[in-house]
T-cell receptor, first 115, second 113 residues
């Protein structure tokens, strides 16, 4: 069974803390994504990686960075957490763009609360 | 740029009613189109997909047809069940842009017994 695993289901962090959200996939996918999900706004792309050490900004990268040192792992970093980053964070992976007929596979999500 | 627009929710239906959730897209190339479903407390799961014009995706009684002329991919089901209550997301992936995925805002479906 294909799997995308996010390290935590629930996190509570304090304002100003540096926060790491980890995501691991076991499908040897080239592409990995971080989204945040907020009511009424759907899924918004934060960052995207199409290969090891390669990354692209999505629609809302401010306040976030990412790391992809190994193909299977994609980390989202909140440099200095703020209350407006309280949200559900979803990680996904998909095969390379050289493959047609693909889909994205999602993790269970991490609900982050910044207090 | 690429984008997806889907109808606002929530949609409330009685069991066995007919469901339509509208979805339209904007894309520069020839995207693949998807419907994902999210049950409470879970991540997104693929419901169905279509990769080219006039393709019909289907799964669990749900259907959607890729209409290039109207840039639409509306989700339909002939008879909904209480267990279909969830949030539904329309999405596209752009092969000309690394298979990046773009999602609509989601439509919450409530089915009452």
């Amino acid at each position: 069974d294909v799997k995308v695993t996010q390290s935590s289901r629930y996190l509570v962090k304090r304002t100003g803390e540096k926060v790491f959200l980890e995501c691991v996939q076991d499908m040897d996918h080239e592409n990995m994504f971080w989204y945040r999900q907020d009511p009424g706004l759907g899924l918004r792309l934060i960052y995207f990686s199409y290969d090891v050490k390669m990354k692209e900004k999505g629609d809302i990268p401010e306040g976030y960075s990412v790391s992809r040192e190994k193909k299977e792992r994609f980390s989202l970093i909140l440099e200095s957490a703020s209350t407006n980053q309280t949200s559900m964070y979803l990680c996904a992976s998909s095969p390379t763009h050289m493959t047609v007929n693909t889909e994205a596979f999602f993790g269970q999500g991490t609900r982050l609360t910044v207090v | 740029g690429d984008s997806v627009t889907q109808m606002e929710g929530p949609v409330t239906l009685s069991e066995e009613a007919f469901l339509t959730i509208n979805c339209t897209y904007t894309a520069t190339g020839y995207p693949s189109l998807f419907w994902y479903v999210q049950y409470p407390g879970e991540g997104l799961q693929l419901l169905l997909k279509a990769t080219k014009a006039d393709d019909k995706g289907s799964n669990k009684g749900f259907e959607a047809t890729y209409r290039k002329e109207t840039t639409s991919f509306h989700l339909e089901k002939g008879s909904v069940q209480v267990s279909d209550s969830a949030v539904y997301f329309c999405a596209l992936s752009d092969q000309d842009n690394f298979n990046k995925f773009y999602f609509g805002s989601g439509t919450k479906l409530n089915v009452k017994p």
